[in-house]
């Protein structure tokens, strides 16, 4: 039985221990230089208006963040409940991880929700009891 033989550069970690000028990999292990036409190294912060959602190890929102659907509902406290958590925990991203469910079923057609065609109907009901009696 022979033993196969490989050749250094066919090895798949072939390269690693090299000096970092013969590394094959070099050219993208230079640290990211600042565009030239970029004017500021951060953005400025976005104003902050209603409720916006932070990491608790953060001592302010990310500069842009986004406002347009502001958490309510069930998902929002679900939302709620998950920011209380630092973002390494499980715990936090099954629990934003069920608010998106949540909220997709909150924001259903009216046709295809039964919970929201329940509702309908038990607002209807009570607002007819209530004109006849």
């Known amino acids: 039985m ?10 798949p970690y072939w390269g690693v221990d090299l000096c970092l000028e013969d590394r094959p990999g070099v050219p993208r292990e230079v640290p990211p230089r600042l565009l030239e036409s970029a004017h500021w190294l951060e953005p400025e912060q ?3 208006e209603g409720l916006v959602l932070r990491h608790p190890g953060r001592a ?8 347009a659907l502001p958490p ?3 998902s929002g406290a ?3 409940v998950a920011y209380t958590a630092p973002d390494h925990r499980l715990s936090h991203w099954i629990a934003l991880f069920l608010a998106d469910r949540v909220d997709v079923i909150q924001n259903l057609p009216l046709v295809l929700n ?3 065609r329940r509702a309908v109907r038990a607002g209807r009901r009570r607002r007819a009891a209530s004109q006849h009696a």
């Open 2 to 11: 022979e033993a196969e033989i490989l050749r250094p550069k066919e090895l």
């Open 46 to 48: 976005q104003p902050i």
């Open 60 to 67: 302010r929102p990310t500069p842009v963040f986004s406002t």
């Open 72 to 74: 309510r509902g069930a």
């Open 78 to 80: 679900l939302r709620r």
């Open 114 to 116: 039964p919970f929201k």
